[in-house]
């Protein structure tokens, strides 16, 4: 009697065990292969931030655009090209200002998950942003040389939601649909030419807020 | 259960190595480093398993020069992948029978 119940004991032991095992190895193969093909340190905050900047950046360029055409403050006696210069200084400060973001907060919080930032795969992922990134502001160096000025905020939208979806490949997070909504928003900017200003805040600005929420809520919590 | 038994493989009988595998099945190749990266090993273990698994011809090695400097690419063969999916197929049936 006491030897069943000594190999009962056994077996049941044993089959449990085995079966957490098998039910570990299934989490183990899952979280390996999304570790491998995805980076999933982007920080919701980062997202907030930079829709933040967008929005600063958007009305410092709207007021500045408005006191030049009005010609009530010391701007509009700077030569047009000038003017131009600092719409364009202000656009790189946010976009600067952005990037910067994004390192810091996702550094912290590889940091605060155990995980490296530069890995393959966060490099193929950044290769992946960047590719069409380059390529839509090139395309807008052309425009404006051929002073086709009122398309280029369509273009840096359509060509920012491209480099989201080439980049949602390799992440984790909803940033795919980050890409559609922006290129659907640059698609219909294109038949509103010179309200760019307006398009530029609520695809840069609005939607990251919206973005880095949902992020924010979803995965750093 | 006899029949479910049959496709676990002893091959992936190992943490390690059924990282490997993980990581081949949904990367087109990975180099040494990045393996070691992902699965956070040592050398000296990495490399064993990754032995075992190219004697059995689940795995397979490139060797390249990038530059001077030597690169080994490993990607996951049709054999492996098969072997894989079947020892997944096998888990996920011993789980969802409890």
């Not at chain 1, 907030?48 to 010391?74: E, K, P, T």
């Not at chain 1, 390799?170 to 928003?185: E, Q, V």
């Not at chain 2, 050398?43 to 990754?50: E, K, P, R, T």
Request: charged fraction near 15%.
């Amino acid at each position: 009697m006491n030897y069943f119940f000594y190999t009962y004991f056994v077996f049941q032991s044993t089959l449990t065990m085995t079966e957490k095992d098998y039910l570990q190895d299934l989490t183990e193969i899952k979280s390996i292969m999304n570790k491998s093909t995805r980076f999933i340190s982007l920080s919701g905050m980062s997202g907030i931030l930079a829709g933040v900047y967008a929005l600063i950046g958007a009305w410092v360029g709207n007021m500045l655009i408005n006191s030049y055409q009005n010609g009530d403050s010391n701007f509009a006696y700077l030569p047009i090209n000038f003017f131009e210069y600092i719409l364009v200084g202000v656009a790189a400060l946010v976009l600067i200002l952005s990037i910067c973001t994004a390192y810091l907060f996702t550094l912290k919080k590889a940091k605060k998950n155990n995980e490296k930032v530069w890995t393959s795969v966060s490099k193929r992922m950044l290769r992946s942003f960047i590719v069409p990134l380059i390529t839509g502001g090139l395309l807008c160096i052309v425009l404006y040389q051929y002073n086709l000025i009122g398309l280029i905020a369509p273009f840096t939208l359509i060509f920012y939601g491209l480099a989201c979806i080439n980049a949602s490949k390799y992440t984790m997070g909803d940033i795919y649909y980050l890409g559609i909504s922006n290129i659907i928003i640059g698609l219909i900017s294109t038949q509103f030419i010179g309200y760019g200003l307006y398009f530029w805040a609520l695809g840069f600005g609005v939607l990251h807020i919206i973005y880095g929420f949902l992020m924010y809520t979803k995965y750093d919590k | 259960m006899k029949d479910i038994l049959k496709n676990i493989n002893k091959a992936f009988d190992n943490r390690i190595r059924l990282g490997i595998m993980s990581a081949l099945m949904v990367n087109e190749f990975l180099d040494f480093n990045s393996l070691k990266e992902i699965l956070g090993v040592t050398d000296g273990n990495l490399a064993s398993h990754i032995k075992a698994l190219e004697k059995v011809e689940y795995i397979k090695i490139e060797k390249q020069f990038i530059g001077k400097k030597p690169n080994t690419k490993y990607s996951i063969t049709k054999l492996g992948t098969l072997e894989f999916k079947k020892h997944i197929a096998a888990l996920e049936k011993l789980i969802h029978k409890s």
